[in-house]
């Protein structure tokens, strides 16, 4: 069975400190996709990234990056220099070739950023 | 304008009336899918669409049903809706290749 655990439900910062959202996943797949996604308060759903299990790059897009390691099945997402327009909730999600095409999410963390 | 969307985006209604959420999307996506989100819980996925006349039930499908006869529209049908059904809906599309979704701006339904 496929699972997303985003461990931490809220996190606090003050502007410019950075902070990383975790997400770890379980799959049997080979071949499978995690996505990041925020959900700021007017409650609409922003793709962030898609990174396919065959491309453990991290990436970077400007204050945000993305840590993808198979080795411990985890999709860590970094904000660096926080802004209060960060304040959010993130979802990272998985969606695997088996079982046709459902997407997991996982619970998603809160993020508060403090002026 | 490329995008997904939903009506209404608020309903409130009581319970067992029949109600209805219209979902389409301009991108000629094949796959289709609703989802709906509860605190604490994240996005649980209730039915999906991989074509049209394909669908195949989530994690969560019980209470509802769904049909494709179009591949733009994927209605959302609440039979006999009742109190647990109360949350936040997202309809979603894509293509099947590559597995992004794109959503709508949402649903939020009350019944009371």
């Known amino acids: 069975a496929q699972k997303v655990t985003q461990a931490q439900t809220e996190i606090s910062v003050v502007e410019k400190e950075d902070v990383t959202l975790d997400c770890v996943y379980e799959?049997?797949?080979?071949?499978?996709?995690l996505f990041w996604y925020k959900q700021p308060p007017s409650g609409e759903l922003v793709f962030l990234i898609r990174?396919?299990?065959?491309?453990?790059q991290n990436e970077i897009s400007g204050r945000y990056s993305w840590n993808f390691q198979k080795s411990t099945s985890s999709f860590n997402f970094t904000i660096t220099a926080s802004q209060v327009v960060d304040s959010a909730v993130y979802f990272c999600?998985?969606?695997?070739?088996?079982?046709?095409?459902?997407?997991?999410f996982g619970a998603g963390t809160r993020l508060f950023v403090k002026a | 304008e490329a995008q997904v969307t939903q009506n209404p985006r608020y309903l409130i209604t009581v319970t067992g009336k029949k109600l209805t959420v219209t979902c389409s999307q301009n991108?000629?996506?094949?796959?289709m899918s609703w989802y709906r989100q509860d605190p604490g819980l994240g996005l649980r996925q209730i039915y999906y669409?991989?074509?049209?006349?394909?669908?195949d039930k989530g994690d969560v499908p019980e209470g509802y049903k769904v049909s494709r006869k179009e591949k733009r529209n994927f209605p959302l049908i609440l039979e006999s809706p009742s109190p647990n059904q109360t949350s936040l809906y997202f309809c979603?599309?894509?293509?099947?290749?590559?597995?992004?979704?794109?959503f709508g701006p949402g649903t939020r339904l009350t019944v009371l």
């Open positions: 990174r396919n299990s065959f491309d453990e």
């Open positions: 999600a998985l969606s695997a070739d088996t079982g046709g095409f459902k997407t997991i």
């Open positions: 799959t049997r797949d080979t071949t499978y996709y």
């Open positions: 991108m000629n996506h094949e796959y």
């Open positions: 669409s991989m074509n049209v006349e394909v669908t």
């Open positions: 979603a599309s894509g293509r099947t290749g590559d597995h992004e979704q794109f």
